[in-house]
């Protein structure tokens, strides 16, 4: 059996991370994985992480099974955190657990595929890494739309006209904000358009809202979202709190179904726990239970989020400013204007692979940073390396044009 292994390659995140880790050089920069870092470079534990995990040490009374949809506790605080602080709009959804964002992603395509499996997940190009593969792992088919900007916002016209042969029962696949890779999310006009769009065609918005609380708070970065579930019969979202409560190992996340018909309500629930319990019948509790005493205990938690999103803004914000006062192009000088944890560099897979053997830079050869993972004493280094390897590209195509 084993002779017949497919020739996967080695998952190049990962390897990059291998190749950062074996680096011998004391100055490199790890640009590659989507962690927040504080100042010292350490991806901290929030203290009411801390302070839940020593109450659930001392209070939690049993190990025993809880359900297929996993934590109830968690699934009612997530349903309220994505939809609405506004008990009474949350009513009408369905939210299991689920084994990170990832694990939301690949039940939701199980889902999808179950109810349509002829259907087509529109993905944003450039796009996470990951949504492609569980979407084909789900048996569903992948095509593309243009993700750009234009004149300092999401270039939206290139986003519908690429999406007009998008057929009813296909699925536009969304980032809820802080779009990774590239940092541009579209204003709220463009979010009332996406559902317009969705309105007329009977295509189905699946939200994955794996930021919420790193763009511009909480209720800002889902305004968005909470604008097509006012507007429309079916919304499909995946969300996680690996980030917002950097929960990152635990793997927390949620499936979420929201119907206008809440009699679809139960038959929604009982496939959604089919699928959980013909994949892994219920999600671990440990950091549901964190997650939920982390969302009854909302001012602690939202003061060390603002924490970190205002901790990303500065970097974002001295890194733009450090780019323009070096005289760097105003191509590399737009990051500053981009959103979350990421920005897209207008660098080649050559030009990254250069950042990373000339400078120790290490980012993802689709150009991709993790601003989140930068300390201030190493913003100077990186807008000059950054400016070296611009130019370093100009040299080059300049010398293969004489040559
Ligand atoms: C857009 C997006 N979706 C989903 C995920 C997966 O999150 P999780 O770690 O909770 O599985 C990530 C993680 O980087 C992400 O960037």
Known sequence: MLSTLPPLETDPLWELIRLFKEDKRDHKIDLVIGVYRDESGQTPVFDIVQKAEHWLANNAQSKAYKQLSGNAQFNHHMGQFLLSPDKASAASHCTIQTVGGT??????????????PNATV??????????QPIMEAAGLRVNHFRWQQKEGVLDIESCLSDLSDARRGDILLLHGCCHNPSGIDPTFAQWQAFATFCKNTGVIPLIDMAYQG???GPDTDAAGLRWLVSQLDLVLIASSCSKNMGLYCERIGAATIVTKDTAQQTSVRVL???????????????GAAVAAFVFSHPEQWSAELTQCRLRILTIRQQLGSTLKALGASAELC????????FSLLPFSATQMQQLQEKHAIYGT????INIAGLQTHQIRTL??????ISQWDNHNNADQLTA
């Open 334 to 341: 737009a990051l500053a204007k981009q959103k979350g944890m």
């Open 122 to 131: 529109w993905n944003t190009d450039p796009g996470y890494i990951n949504h």
């Open 383 to 388: 807008a000059n390396a950054l400016i070296d």
């Open 365 to 368: 050869s689709n150009g991709r």
């Open 272 to 286: 959604l726990e089919h699928i959980a319990r013909v994949n892994y019948s219920m999600p671990p509790d440990h």
């Open 214 to 216: 790193f763009g511009d």
């Open 103 to 116: 694990g939301a992603l690949r039940v939701l395509g199980d889902f999808i595929h179950r109810l349509s």
